[in-house]
């Protein structure tokens, strides 16, 4: 439950970031391929992007070794507030949280607050409800998980008893799905808090929707407007903690502590919706009201950074500039996952993504369309991490890692306990 995709960046990513700088990266662009018939392709980057398009050409090609670079190394960063008081301790990034409680080594300097008893997600997507759910559940229901041990024992000292959700928008315009909002709702010794007059009018307005979407809102309205069930309604009579989702309501200020040491609340500016479909944005009403919390996680999304100057990169959306994966201007050179599309989606979403790329590939490759020439291939990449003095971590030393890993979990019936220290684990493996 606490690890979800965020388990391929915490372990896979970590490694790689040493011996392929990027600086060093462009160098090898012109260089990838092969002076034998067999062609060669390079994949920067290993979250789940990476993987399925890696795995869906070696699906579908006889021969493929490992002239082509493809590029999925994802949206590293998060998108910051932008407002007053997002630099006030008790303020961080709902990444950064996420990262935190997964092992993701970067992270683990983090050291949340939670002797409030209230806490405020700015967004109302998956992650957010990922975050919600981890500050809420039991700790004996995380015992089991592989949720760090450091984690765990800060978690159990946790005072945070409600968690609010805020969006921009409304209910039709949330952007987690239903299988993370069937769990929040189902989360134990919890109860959620909808106000119905946030979902007057709204199942007429159903039938213009996606069945995804019509579903997701049907759940958000039966949990908004029926009255539960007994055993239900005993459950949630029983809950200590609670979970909300206020909607029309925008970000304006992290309001300080009296001694100024510390988040006290978020102002929120009432917002309205104009548009329709897709074009629905949320314009202030000039209405505001303050909510006190002492926790506040933004989870606004997440951005690309620009990997090197001589890859095409567009600032403002936060992407490679493309057609179906492939970059613009430079031929033999792909994108896939969030680096090709933004921060949107699902697994799924990328995994389908992931494969449309691996397709557009193999067509162009097929095609002849790809730069040939004798180059030195992946050679190229060993001398210069050899000259560099750097020991890559290969697969079979991942492999290592993750048995380690698994052992050490065996010892207190856990899937395993993972390991957070980068310089223990190159010990581990003798590097």
């Known amino acids: 439950m606490a690890s979800r995709c965020w388990r391929w960046w915490g372990r896979s990513a970590w490694p790689w970031t040493p011996p392929l700088s990027v600086g060093s990266i462009p160098s090898f662009r012109h260089q990838f391929s092969t002076q034998e018939t067999t062609p060669q392709i390079c994949v920067v980057g290993s979250g789940p992007a990476g993987f399925y398009t890696a795995q869906h050409l070696l699906k579908v090609?006889?021969?493929?070794?490992?002239?082509?670079?493809?590029?999925?190394?994802?949206?590293?960063?998060?998108?910051a507030l932008e407002i007053p008081g997002e630099e006030l301790p008790g303020v961080c990034s709902a990444r950064a949280f996420v990262g935190w409680y997964n092992g993701l080594p970067e992270n683990q300097e983090l050291k949340p607050d939670l002797s409030c008893d209230t806490a405020v997600i700015l967004g109302q997507g998956n992650v957010a409800l990922d975050v919600a759910r981890i500050l809420l559940t039991p700790p004996e229901h995380l015992e089991k998980t592989d949720i760090t041990k450091a984690a765990l024992d800060v978690l159990r000292q946790s005072r945070v008893k409600t968690v609010w959700l805020v969006g921009r928008r409304g209910p039709l315009q949330v952007a987690f799905t239903i299988k993370e909002l069937r769990e929040m709702i189902q989360l134990p010794g919890t109860r959620p808090i909808l106000d119905p007059v946030d979902f007057?009018?709204?199942?007429?307005?159903?039938?213009?929707?996606?069945?995804?979407?019509?579903?997701?809102?049907?759940?958000?309205?039966?949990?908004?407007?029926?009255?539960?069930?007994?055993?239900?309604?005993?459950?949630?009579?029983?809950?200590?903690?609670?979970?909300?989702?206020?909607?029309?309501?925008?970000?304006?200020?992290?309001?300080?502590?009296?001694?100024?040491?510390?988040?006290?609340?978020?102002?929120?500016?009432?917002?309205?919706?104009?548009?329709?479909?897709?074009?629905?944005?949320?314009?202030?009403?000039?209405?505001?009201?303050?909510?006190?919390?002492?926790?506040?996680?933004?989870?606004?999304?997440?951005?690309?950074?620009?990997?090197?100057?001589?890859?095409?990169?567009?600032?403002?959306?936060?992407?490679?500039?493309?057609?179906?994966?492939?970059?613009?201007?430079?031929?033999?050179?792909?994108?896939?996952?969030?680096?090709?599309?933004?921060?949107?989606?699902?697994?799924?979403?990328?995994?389908?993504?992931?494969?449309?790329?691996?397709?557009?590939?193999?067509?162009?490759?097929?095609?002849?369309?790809?730069?040939?020439?004798?180059?030195?291939?992946?050679?190229?990449?060993?001398?210069?991490?050899?000259?560099?003095?750097?020991?890559?971590?290969?697969?079979?030393?991942?492999?290592?890692?993750?048995?380690?890993?698994?052992?050490?979990?065996?010892?207190?019936?856990?899937p395993r306990e993972k390991l957070v220290d980068p310089q223990e684990m190159l010990h581990l493996l003798g590097h």
């Open 61 to 79: 090609t006889v021969g493929l070794g490992p002239v082509i670079f493809h590029q999925s190394y994802g949206a590293e960063d998060h998108r």
């Open 200 to 414: 007057l009018g709204l199942q007429d307005r159903l039938k213009e929707v996606p069945r995804p979407r019509k579903r997701l809102t049907e759940l958000l309205l039966r949990t908004a407007m029926e009255k539960p069930g007994p055993e239900e309604a005993a459950r949630r009579a029983s809950a200590s903690r609670a979970w909300g989702l206020r909607f029309f309501r925008s970000p304006q200020q992290v309001l300080p502590s009296p001694d100024g040491r510390g988040a006290a609340g978020v102002r929120l500016a009432v917002t309205r919706l104009e548009g329709v479909g897709e074009a629905t944005r949320a314009v202030p009403t000039g209405a505001m009201e303050d909510l006190p919390c002492g926790l506040v996680l933004s989870s606004i999304g997440y951005k690309s950074r620009p990997i090197d100057p001589s890859v095409p990169f567009d600032s403002k959306l936060g992407v490679i500039p493309n057609v179906e994966g492939r970059v613009t201007d430079v031929p033999g050179l792909y994108c896939s996952g969030w680096v090709k599309r933004g921060p949107t989606g699902v697994i799924a979403t990328t995994m389908t993504d992931s494969f449309l790329t691996g397709q557009m590939l193999l067509q162009d490759l097929k095609a002849g369309l790809l730069p040939s020439g004798p180059r030195p291939g992946s050679a190229a990449i060993q001398a210069l991490l050899s000259s560099r003095g750097v020991q890559p971590v290969s697969f079979s030393d991942w492999e290592k890692l993750d048995a380690e890993e698994v052992a050490r979990g065996q010892g207190t019936g856990r």
